[in-house]
């Protein structure tokens, strides 16, 4: 019974979001550091070069994100330093800055297999270690064909100290099979833009952004939903 009233608890609270969602337009929120952030104010602008930027504005804090004008999923931390995401704190003393900046960290994701190698047939579904990059420490769960190429690989132990573009050498095999670390994860995030109506922006997004000090925030669950472009 105790199960049941929570469930039923959760699904009135999704139901009571969409709803203020949609009759708040436009809307963006999430979740700052697991506490509930809601903008009060939010558009796009268009860039040069075929992005745009989302900006979010609550009292004196600021959150962009900068991404391609198109639908889809859209990689922050990466080596396209143009895709972005930040976030910036006012307080008329002090102003506190974060952003997916290329840092040194442990592996967050991969873009996947760049070289597929030779010589790893008996060592698909292992655990193998890794060299090459600016790190150390990071290994993979690889997969591998019959004919000894890698076609796949799972991060297993994230490393240290690695950054984004970093091509990592499996290995194993004839030692020449290699990922590229896409970010890492004190600063990395997605952001997908689900639709595009006319000059109304709507989907998803989350992200880690770092400052000088390296202290992280971390933005999830975030929401925008039809915010205009001026």
Not at 117 to 135: E, F, R
Not at 138 to 160: D, E, F, H
Not at 215 to 220: D, G, Y
Request: glycine residues 12%; proline residues 3%; neutral net charge.
């Amino acid at each position: 019974m105790k199960k049941i009233v929570q469930l039923l608890a959760l699904v009135l609270v999704m139901i009571s979001c969409e709803n203020d969602i949609k009759t708040n337009l436009p809307a963006f929120l999430g979740e700052k550091d697991n506490v509930l952030w809601r903008a009060k104010d939010t558009k796009v602008t268009a860039n040069p070069g075929g992005t745009i930027t989302i900006n979010a504005y609550k009292d004196n804090e600021l959150v962009t994100l900068t991404v391609p004008n198109t639908v889809g999923t859209h990689y922050l931390g990466t080596t396209n330093q143009g895709v972005n995401a930040t976030y910036s704190f006012n307080d008329q003393q002090s102003l506190s800055y974060f952003e997916t900046a290329i840092i040194e960290g442990p592996v967050f994701k991969l873009q996947g297999v760049t070289n597929p190698g030779t010589g790893y047939a008996a060592l698909n579904d292992n655990i193998v270690t890794t060299t090459g990059g600016s790190g150390s420490g990071l290994t993979l769960r690889i997969q591998s064909n019959s004919s000894g190429a890698v076609t796949g690989a799972t991060i297993t132990s994230r490393g240290l100290g690695y950054e984004s573009g970093d091509v990592i050498t499996i290995n194993g095999g004839n030692a020449n099979a290699k990922v590229t670390v896409l970010n890492v994860s004190n600063s990395n995030g997605e952001v997908f833009i689900e639709k595009i109506e006319g000059n109304l922006y709507s989907g998803t997004f989350k992200f880690n952004a770092v400052n000088e000090q390296g202290t992280v925030v971390n933005f999830n669950k975030g929401i925008f939903y039809k915010v205009p472009i001026l």
